[in-house]
C-alpha cells in the first residue's frame, strides 16, 4: 500500500481498522497464538512463564553461519519470530479473545521471549522490561536455570567437539564453548546443529 502523498499517512480501506493495513487484527493474532499453542500442545497448565525460545548462532569465522541459524525462519535467528509472538500472547484482547475461543491462559502467565545461541548454549531472554514485577522472583529463579541447564549442555557437547578440553567442570565447558565461537582459529565452533538436542 502506498502512502498518501498528501498526509502521510496510509489510505483507509473502507471497512478495515488502519491496524490491519499495518498488521495484524486482534483475531488474527489470537488465531496465531491460538494455532501455535494448539499445535504443540499446550492448551492447559500453563506455567508462570511460557518461554518462547528461537533459536541461532554467535561466530566470527564460520564459512556456513548460516547452517548455524533456523531454517524455518530462512536461515536467520528465530528470536524475531518469538518476540512477535510473545507480543500478541501478551495482549489482553487477544487473550479474551482467546478465551471466547476456548482456549483459556491464566492472567499471571506471562510470554517471554527468547533465543538459544546453540554455539554458546546462553539463552538470552527478551523485553524483560515488560515482565510484570510480581513475575520477578520467577524470572530470577529460570534465568539461573538456564544457567545450569546451559553449563551441563556445554560439559556434554565438549565431550564430542573436536579440541575441546576433557576432563573440565560444566562451568569450565561453558566458557570454553562461548570462547569457541569467537576464536578466529576455530571455523566450526559447534558443527552445525549436528550434535545439538
Known sequence: IKVGADTGEPPKVAGQP????????????????ENGLRTIG????????????????????NPYYAALDCGACGGRPGDPNARVFAAMGN????????????????????????KHNTNSDRVDL?????????HQDDLTALRKGFEEGG?????????RLPGAPQGITAQQAYAHVEARSFDWANPRPEWGLSGNA
Not at 492448551?43 to 569465522?61: A, K, P
Not at 495482549?91 to 502467565?109: F, H, S
Not at 553449563?151 to 565431550?159: G, H
Open 18 to 33: 488502519t491496524e490491519l493495513i499495518r498488521g495484524f487484527n486482534i483475531e488474527q493474532q489470537a488465531t496465531f497464538v
Open 42 to 61: 499446550l492448551t492447559d497448565n500453563f506455567g508462570r512463564f511460557v518461554v518462547l525460545c528461537g533459536h541461532g548462532g554467535s561466530s566470527d569465522n
Open 91 to 114: 495482549k489482553p484482547e487477544v487473550r479474551k479473545e482467546l478465551t471466547n475461543r476456548g482456549l483459556e491462559i491464566p492472567d499471571d502467565t506471562w510470554f517471554l521471549p527468547g
Open 126 to 134: 527478551y523485553d524483560l522490561v515488560d515482565v510484570p514485577a510480581n
Open 151 to 159: 553449563a551441563q549442555q556445554s560439559l556434554e557437547r565438549c565431550v
